[in-house]
């Protein structure tokens, strides 16, 4: 059973990475499964509602069902509806993209955006994806809400981000990494210099409710030709405390929730 489960999380990662659809034969060679199996596999998916066949002996793709339960489970934590005006004004103030991250167990995944940049490069990954701890402005501010060991135990598990991947100064020992922990700790937020991608910069803070559970971080990012060490600096006070109100914000709509039920 572990090995259908497994299988079956391999595919929707893969249709998830292809949304214009893959073929049973391709899907078959990336799984190295046998065909027939693999179409069984397939066909109690579409049966179950997650993938769906574009057309007779065409490619399968996901549905918006697995969407739908992220999107329901987010919206019943009350985050991501309490944020985005939260987001959107720090994104008109900072002039750049800002993103929000919830926590996930051992990671961190970037539910939301505002992009507050109208000309120029607009730096604006993509949603949804997990964050990389040791190579992030957000993965920084994150580590700084814990311990060291704690904070290293989660890096070790991921693996450190090479800079060929990465930025030229992602780090890749854990005395760099913890300098940079360390000093967003002391600060109250993170700040990178082309260490998630070349020329580009960013910076983080954690939201933290006042339960002292950390349920996220939001971070602004931009080329480094506009977000300089010294303008993150300045945007660092209105970071903090757009942190401060989506942690207020979010405990104040979990709680209406708990009465309202």
């Known amino acids: 059973m572990s090995a259908i489960l497994e299988r079956s999380f391999k595919v929707l990662e893969l249709l998830a990475a292809n949304p214009q659809g893959q073929m049973l034969s391709s899907l078959a060679a990336k799984l190295d499964m046998p065909l027939s199996a693999t179409h069984r596999l397939l066909s109690e998916m579409c049966r179950c509602g997650y993938v769906r066949q574009v057309r007779e002996q065409g490619e399968y793709v996901l549905t918006i069902k697995l969407v739908s339960l992220g999107l329901g489970f987010l919206s019943g934590s009350g ?3 309490v944020a985005q005006p939260l987001l959107d004004r720090l994104a008109q103030e900072s002039g750049e993209l800002v993103r929000l991250a919830v926590v996930d167990g051992n990671e961190l995944t970037f539910v939301a955006k505002a992009q507050g940049a109208i000309r120029g490069l607009r730096y604006d990954p993509d949603m949804g994806l997990s964050v990389t701890l040791s190579c992030s402005a957000a993965g920084h501010a994150w580590l700084s809400t814990m311990s060291d060991e704690h904070a290293l135990a989660l890096v070790t598990r991921q693996g450190f981000g090479k800079p060929e991947d990465f930025g030229p100064r992602a780090p890749t020992t854990v005395k760099t990494l913890l300098t940079y922990v360390r000093a967003a700790r002391k600060r109250g937020f993170s700040m990178i210099v082309e260490v998630f991608a070349p020329a580009m910069a960013a910076m983080s803070a954690p939201v933290i409710r006042s339960d002292g559970q950390t349920i996220g971080v939001i ?7 506009r977000l300089s060490e010294y303008r993150m600096l300045t945007l660092g006070p209105a970071l903090m405390e757009t942190a401060r109100d989506v942690a207020a914000a ?5 709680m209406f929730k708990k009465l309202a039920a």
Not at 220 to 225: E, M, Y
Request: hydrophobic share 55%; proline share 7%; charged share 5%.
């Open 219 to 225: 971070t602004i990012a931009g080329p480094l030709v």
């Open 79 to 81: 985050i991501v509806d």
């Open 250 to 254: 979010s405990s104040a709509s979990a």
